[in-house]
């Protein structure tokens, strides 16, 4: 039993979303059932050991999803197998709140919304989501002293910001957000399980150590064995730790520092050993996928393996993990960190970019790739972003009748649309390969366009407006599914508006029509002046002087007319002329003055 099975009667499914919400359900209720059930796992894990000494990597039993993931424990791509069909039960490492998310954070949030998002509207796999908030934390403690206030009030303050920021960026939520500082009884509970298994030992100072030598060979799971770790794995500040690699479980309070009362005296849980009982606490002894960015791996993943391992005496507690790649700064190898500080705020992102671009970044590569942030790599997203923005307006426009066309191949399109549903499908399937995804949405726009021949004059050949609205629905479900939101700062002819600057453009784009084929009525002459075998040359030269006076009388319009196109372009209205009509969208646009006015 775990945590899980008491929550599922709370969980409701949204049609619209497939994803999990707790209704009605507040946090009381579930740290009470959070610590009951903990005992309880606790009091039985002794009842339901499972054994093994190999590093090797066990294929679950269960349900298979049909999908590929590349998974950290193998090096490799595995078919995903769940536990339970149809839920993917799925913990992630949250923030340590202790300043500004920045960029690199924000980078693997999205892309692992993007997978659990393909998991759940796509594959239909309803993700039971835990994420984690370290509340407490030695950068938390330093960060509050030097700003002289509570490190309670910080970690909120800064948690608070967190989620603003997830939201700004289109992140859903997780099912649950779990503190550290709310879970101490639990954590207390598994470090004494670890004890009791004989793999942790305390000290006389009063901490806790994982004695790594204690599981041999099975610690390496993710790195292969003993890493050079800078001495990042183990922690030097205790000479009573019987191996310098063996890393805190729960540390000795010190002066003026925050500390809750334990059997080895005062004191604070460990960094890695937070994840271990919280993830435990809530799916038990098996878990189907972990995530976090790469520089998690190891130590924090390593450890976390070893200690859920040891407590509950298993030869393999995750089945899947999966790791973004580090997010650089163009020019540069070193990841993006507070520690470095080469780091760019979500917030000063939000002042050049939007969430739409920023998450179209992240569609252009691998999840699990390292990604270089630029202006030339924003601007290539905005471009795509772009690309599929004029497509709708075009498409919107040839469905109204406002853009005329030659005769489109319907039956070709209806086969290009086939083929990139398969396509987009069987790439989504390959461990979640968005980029192949987007390059045959855009393949699938490219025929689209070039269906969207404009003609000056509209003759009697048939529309076929169906396929384009097909197409339309198909590329806006796709973007819905991944985060993205092609039409949510375009407005385009015929939809409707709260506001009036619609209306206002409509009425000046349809001045601005009258005016331009006004000024192009020259072309009326032409007939006149291809057929004169009748007309004497004396008449021929008179027709000629006038469309020249005409052409000369009406080029100022014309001018007027582009200087109008071009002066509105920058305030995000784009007009597209074809042949004696125009069309026309609303693009946001970012301004110098709209950035001095935010800072």
């Known amino acids: 039993m775990c945590i899980i099975n008491h929550l599922l009667p709370f969980w409701r499914l949204t049609s619209k979303t497939r994803v999990f919400e707790l209704s009605s359900f507040k946090a009381r209720t579930f740290q009470k059932i959070n610590a009951q059930c903990f005992n309880k796992v606790n009091h039985l894990r002794s009842d339901t050991l499972c054994t093994g000494s ?3 990597w066990q294929k679950p039993m269960g349900f298979d999803t049909g999908l590929k993931t590349y998974n950290s424990l193998t090096k490799g791509k595995e078919p995903l197998i769940l536990a339970k069909e149809g839920i993917a039960t799925w913990y992630s490492c949250g923030p340590t709140v202790y300043d500004h998310a920045h960029l690199g954070h924000a980078c693997s949030y999205v892309r692992f919304d993007i997978v659990q998002r393909i998991l759940t509207r796509v594959f239909g796999i309803n993700v039971i989501h835990v994420m984690v908030i370290t509340d407490i934390d030695d950068k938390i403690i330093k960060r509050a002293s030097e700003l002289n206030m509570s490190s309670t009030v910080l970690a909120r303050l800064y948690e608070e910001e967190f989620k603003s920021d997830m939201a700004a960026l289109k992140v859903l939520p997780p099912t649950v957000y779990m503190r550290v500082t709310e879970n101490i009884p639990q954590i207390i509970a598994f470090i004494e399980g670890i004890i009791n298994n004989q793999h942790a030992y305390a000290t006389p100072k009063g901490s806790v150590y994982f004695d790594i030598k204690s599981i041999g060979s099975r610690y390496g799971k993710l790195m292969g064995g003993f890493v050079d770790s800078g001495g990042e794995l183990g922690d030097t500040g205790d000479t009573d730790k019987r191996n310098a690699r063996d890393f805190a479980l729960w540390k000795a309070s010190k002066p003026q520092e925050p500390f809750w009362e334990s059997p080895w005296g005062k004191g604070r849980p460990g960094w890695h050993i937070e994840c271990s009982t919280i993830a435990s606490t809530v799916f038990g002894s098996q878990l189907d996928i972990h995530s976090g960015g790469i520089d998690l791996a190891f130590p924090h993943h390593e450890n976390e393996i070893a200690q859920c391992e040891a407590y509950h005496q298993c030869a393999q507690w995750g089945n899947y993990f999966l790791h973004s790649g580090h997010l650089h ?35 252009l590569a691998k999840y699990r790739s390292a990604i270089d942030y630029s202006d030339a790599s924003m601007n290539e997203a905005k471009s795509v972003l772009s690309s599929i923005s004029s497509f709708f307006s075009d498409a919107g426009a040839y469905m109204t009748g406002k853009l005329l066309c030659q005769s489109v191949d319907e039956g070709f399109l209806w086969e290009r649309l086939a083929a990139a549903k398969v396509n987009v499908q069987t790439a989504l399937t390959d461990d979640f390969d968005t980029p192949r995804a987007i390059d045959e949405i855009m393949g699938l726009i490219h025929h689209g366009n070039r269906q969207l021949q404009a003609v000056t004059k509209g003759g009697q050949s048939s529309r076929s407006p169906a396929v384009f609205g097909a197409i339309l629905s198909y590329i806006e479900g796709f973007l819905d599914t991944v985060g993205v939101s092609v039409k949510e700062n375009t407005c385009v002819p015929g939809e409707s508006s709260h506001g009036t600057l619609p209306s206002v453009v409509e009425q000046l784009v349809s001045f601005r029509s009258q005016v331009r084929s006004y000024a192009l009525a020259t072309d009326d002459l032409a007939p006149v002046l291809s057929d004169c075998s009748q007309l004497s040359e004396e008449r021929k030269s008179q027709l000629k002087e006038h469309r020249k006076q005409q052409i000369r ?30 069309t026309w969208e609303i693009k946001e646009k970012r301004t110098e003055l709209q950035k001095e006015e935010a800072n």
């Open 54 to 56: 190999e590093k090797k």
């Open 329 to 363: 700064l163009k020019g540069s190898e070193e990841k993006m960190s507070k520690s470095l500080k080469n780091f760019i705020t979500i917030k000063d992102f939000f002042q050049t970019f939007s969430a739409n671009e920023f998450r179209m970044f992240c569609l």
């Open 553 to 582: 009388e009406r080029e100022p319009l014309l001018k007027a007319c582009d200087v109008l196109r071009r002066d509105l372009a920058p305030l995000g209205i784009n007009i597209k002329d074809r042949g004696n009509t125009s």
